[in-house]
Nanobody
Framework: QVQVVESGGGLVQAGGSLRLSCAAS????????MGWFRQAPGKEREFVAT????????RYADSVKGRFTISRDNAKTTVYLQMNSLKPEDTAVYFC?????????????????WGQGTQVTVSS
C-alpha cells in the first residue's frame, strides 16, 4: 500500500508559478513511477506529466510542455511539479498518482494509488 498526499496548490495570477509537492509513504518508493493528472470542472481527468522511478525519464502533455517540470527526490519520497507561465486554462484539481511499473505511463489506469488532489486556480 502506498499513500500519496499532494500540497502546494493555490490561487495565482496568469504568468505566475506554483510548485506542487506529492509526498509518498507506505511501501518502498522504488520501482514506482509517479504521475500528475488534472481535472477541470466539467471535464475528464487528463494526463499532465509522469516520471519513472529513477527520475531519468519524463513525459509531458503537449499543453504543458516547456512550462511544467516534474522531478522526484527518492530520499524524501517526494515528487514535485514545477509550474511556470501558468494560464487560466491550467485551472483544475491536480492529482498525484503512484504506480509500480517499469518506465512510466500517461494512462491513468496504470496507477493504483491516488491522492485527494490539490486545487490550482489561475486568474486572468
Amino acid at each position: 500500500q502506498v499513500q500519496v498526499v499532494e500540497s502546494g496548490g493555490g490561487l495565482v495570477q496568469a504568468g505566475g508559478s506554483l510548485r506542487l509537492s506529492c509526498a509518498a509513504s507506505g511501501r518502498t518508493f522504488s520501482n514506482y513511477a509517479m504521475g500528475w493528472f488534472r481535472q477541470a470542472p466539467g471535464k475528464e481527468r487528463e494526463f499532465v506529466a509522469t516520471i519513472n522511478w529513477t527520475g531519468t525519464s519524463t513525459r509531458y502533455a503537449d499543453s504543458v510542455k516547456g512550462r511544467f517540470t516534474i522531478s522526484r527526490d527518492n530520499a524524501k519520497t517526494t515528487v514535485y511539479l514545477q509550474m511556470n507561465s501558468l494560464k487560466p486554462e491550467d485551472t483544475a484539481v491536480y492529482f498525484c498518482a503512484a504506480g509500480r511499473m517499469s518506465g512510466y505511463s500517461t494512462n491513468s489506469g496504470s496507477y493504483g494509488y491516488w491522492g485527494q488532489g490539490t486545487q490550482v486556480t489561475v486568474s486572468s
